[in-house]
DNA sequence: CATTCATATGAACAACTATTCATATGTTTA
DNA sequence: TAAACATATGAATAGTTGTTCATATGAATG
């Protein structure tokens, strides 16, 4: 971000705090391709199937045709999504056989999703 | 979830641990609801422009012609984006005069972003 | 070694999303 | 109260994404 941070603000003439603000605000904010890991990484959690695979992952470790079972999902579907879980390094698999088991890559994965359920439990309470 | 889980899986015969990790993973996936609103928060955390302004929030409470300046985007663009944050109750927002300024809702944010970015640290590491 | 089983993958399509543009709302000030 | 300023909003569009379908890969088995 820093490259793009204009030094002198011109709107809201009346508080001139704003510069104050800029300089602050000022590397605080990360760069543009961290950004863009950290929502690319983000996006991955706003799915609801992968949450849902994520959650039996929680449990343990299972293989592909388990999970389409469970989740009542083609197995094509599961797949694809688990591409993207592999590729954001959520999920490890290993081959037994003719099938392959995943599970958790990451104790991130945990805490990531404690925080977004306490965050909807909270709006529920108000 | 529960009303979906079949409980006689046919595939992968040879291991029949199968009946069993259903019965372990009944009722640990959250019902429909909340997963849909849990993959709905995350969605909201999967965009680089929201995350950008989730930063700067981070610092300070900021106007929207502010955050428009810092971020060097269009007003009407921020003004979309803070109406998502605000939906999904991650940011407040108080009247001065002309301006609105907004802040941060919770304190969920800051922790949700922080394991994001540990979790991406490590694939460095690695 | 041909078949079967488990998984992966590419293309296609529908659904969703972020930005832009034009304009509306609401507040202050001259 | 008209003009100027700050923000919000609706419609339109371009880009992205999740599922399906058909098929490919890769391992085990008879």
Tied chains: 1, 2.
Excluded: W
Aim: with cysteine.
């Amino acid at each position: 971000m820093a490259e793009k941070i204009v030094y002198e603000v011109e709107c809201c003439e009346e508080h001139l705090v704003h510069n104050e603000l800029l300089r602050k605000v000022d590397g605080k904010v990360p760069d543009e391709e961290e950004i863009a890991d950290l929502s690319d990484l983000f996006k991955v959690f706003g799915d609801a199937t992968r949450l849902k695979i994520l959650f039996v992952l929680f449990e343990s470790e299972v293989c592909v045709c388990d999970l389409a079972e469970i989740l009542n999902m083609t197995q094509s579907a599961i797949s694809h999504q688990l591409k993207v879980l592999k590729q954001s390094k959520l999920v490890t698999n290993r081959r037994e056989g003719k099938s392959i088991f995943y599970s958790l890559a990451d104790s991130h994965v945990r805490s990531i999703i404690a925080q977004g359920r306490e965050h909807i439990e909270e709006d529920v309470k108000k």
